[in-house]
């Protein structure tokens, strides 16, 4: 089946050491999102690629980057993770149409991110 | 700027009684919209979405949602709850942004349903 692939599905972090979040698709999407979830709380976006375009959202801490080497992939980089990077991130994918609006969002199961 | 607005932060029914989730939105133009529904620790997987035609959208589950231009509404809504529906449920427009061309998705802030035997 066609589906967005999150790994790890936990992961356990340092304070300040750099962690890496994976995403992967077999959909052929060509826009892929990052969000991040904290407890009780709305998915909130950080960034989105349209194809390899990179769109931060105006908010997004510059501690949060983002890599897409191929149409397949999306990472998410924190370079040095604080105790309020404690979060689920999710990862989703939409296919935009001829006029560049996206459509539906298809979601992974997360990456839930502990940082001690 | 588009916004979504779920009233209810917390709702218990009992097991095979009717449930109704609100939904109001606010945006300029017709939006397309979305419900999506999160058990604990797992990603949202979509309900049902409106993007334009009949008003009343059938969803998987179960689920059905109606589109009130009106009141700017989408109501989800289920005749008959099971115990697997407990879960948090998020509306959600997806739009351009205001003098933008970025599509964004933008959520309310769910309501938890909690469902009694």
């Known amino acids: 089946d066609a589906m967005v692939i999150q790994n790890p599905r936990y992961q356990v972090t340092q304070f300040g050491k750099p962690v890496t979040l994976s995403c992967s698709q077999t959909?052929?999407?060509?826009?892929m999102y990052w969000y991040q979830q904290k407890s009780s709380q709305a998915p909130k976006l950080l960034f989105h690629?349209?194809?390899?375009?990179?769109?931060n959202e105006a908010d997004t801490p510059d501690n949060f980057q983002s890599r897409r080497p191929n149409t397949s992939f999306c990472f998410l980089d924190i370079r040095s993770p604080g105790l309020g990077d404690a979060a689920m991130y999710l990862c989703?994918?939409?296919?935009?149409?001829?006029?560049?609006?996206?459509?539906?969002?298809?979601f992974g199961p997360g990456t839930r991110l502990l940082v001690l | 700027a588009q916004s979504v607005t779920q009233p209810d932060i917390h709702i218990t029914v009992s097991e095979g009684a009717s449930l109704e989730l609100r939904c109001n939105y606010s945006?300029?133009?017709?939006?397309?919209l979305f419900w999506y529904v999160q058990s604990p620790g797992q990603g949202l997987q979509l309900l049902l979405k409106?993007?334009?035609?009949?008003?009343l959208v059938q969803g998987i589950k179960g689920f059905e949602a109606e589109f009130k231009r009106s009141q700017s509404s989408f109501n989800l809504r289920k005749p008959s709850v099971h115990w697997s529906d407990a879960a948090e449920y998020f509306c959600?427009?997806?739009?351009?942004?205001?003098?933008?061309?970025?599509?964004?998705?933008?959520f309310g802030k769910g309501t938890l349903l909690t469902v009694n035997p």
């Open positions: 989703a994918t939409s296919r935009a149409d001829w006029v560049g609006r996206p459509e539906t969002q298809y």
């Open positions: 959909l052929n999407h060509n826009v």
């Open positions: 690629y349209y194809d390899k375009d990179f769109n």
């Open positions: 945006y300029g133009a017709t939006p397309y």
């Open positions: 409106y993007f334009s035609g009949d008003t």
């Open positions: 959600a427009v997806g739009a351009l942004e205001s003098g933008g061309s970025n599509y964004k998705l933008t």
